[in-house]
T-cell receptor, first 112, second 116 residues
Framework: SAVISQKPSRDICQRGTSLTIQCQVDSQVTMMFWYRQQPGQSLTLIATANQGSEATYESGFVIDKFPISRPNLTFSTLTVSNMSPEDSSIYLC?????????FGPGTRLTVL | GNSVTQMEGPVTLSEEAFLTINCTYTATGYPSLFWYVQYPGEGLQLLLKATKADDKGSNKGFEATYRKETTSFHLEKGSVQVSDSAVYFCALSPVYSGGGADGLTFGKGTHLIIQP
């Protein structure tokens, strides 16, 4: 398995601002993923972030809104840009390691 | 595209009852299938998986069998406990992903409540 931490665990932000979420893994992994879980909804994949290449975004998500960095094999960031109340969600990072995909504890974002 | 459908919740059972949470999927080929569990106040945990037809995944008394003919992956447990109260998510990974090395498609989740 993998131990994954995220910062911040929660935040309340104003409309129009940006927030960067950090994801740290306790071991080197090739594949990292970012998901969103809107209130009362399931998880939706935002993008796949592999070290050394551009992130691959799913339909409905764009780099200008959700820029991602992956500077090394244990760390990634997701920025939620120009936020609106519709961006209020839990954002989770995950990694693929061995048996399957393992998730961080999530970042609960509220946009006012 | 790929999709996962789970039974709506909440599902309320008494302790020691038999549990079934239904999950069906739509995907091309043979995706890998997963069950995740989210206990109150905790993160998402991988419960079990199956990567090919007729495989049975099992963990902590839970089981699920990959049924290609019915495109299903129902979660079962013979005798539930209060500590099993949680939200359960069914998920799939595309056939080319090698068992989870690609983005997952999740069902909406089933909230399970076990009463003493």
């Amino acid at each position: 398995s993998a131990v994954i931490s995220q910062k911040p665990s929660r935040d309340i932000c104003q409309r129009g601002t940006s927030l960067t979420i950090q994801c740290q893994v306790d071991s080197q992994v090739t594949m990292m993923f970012w998901y969103r879980q809107q209130p009362g909804q399931s998880l939706t994949l935002i993008a796949t972030a592999n070290q050394g290449s551009e992130a691959t975004y799913e339909s409905g998500f764009v780099i200008d809104k959700f820029p991602i960095s992956r500077p090394n094999l244990t760390f990634s960031t997701l920025t939620v840009s120009n936020m609106s109340p519709e961006d209020s969600s839990i954002y989770l990072c995950s990694v693929f390691k061995g048996y399957g995909q393992y998730f961080g504890p999530g970042t609960r974002l509220t946009v006012l | 595209g790929n999709s996962v459908t789970q039974m709506e919740g909440p599902v309320t059972l008494s302790e020691e009852a038999f549990l079934t949470i239904n999950c069906t999927y739509t995907a091309t080929g043979y995706p890998s299938l997963f069950w995740y569990v989210q206990y109150p106040g905790e993160g998402l945990q991988l419960l079990l998986k199956a990567t090919k037809a007729d495989d049975k995944g099992s963990n902590k008394g839970f089981e699920a069998t990959y049924r290609k003919e019915t495109t299903s992956f129902h979660l079962e447990k013979g005798s539930v406990q209060v500590s099993d109260s949680a939200v359960y998510f069914c998920a799939l990974s595309p056939v080319y992903s090698g068992g989870g090395a690609d983005g997952l498609t999740f069902g909406k989740g089933t909230h399970l409540i076990i009463q003493p």
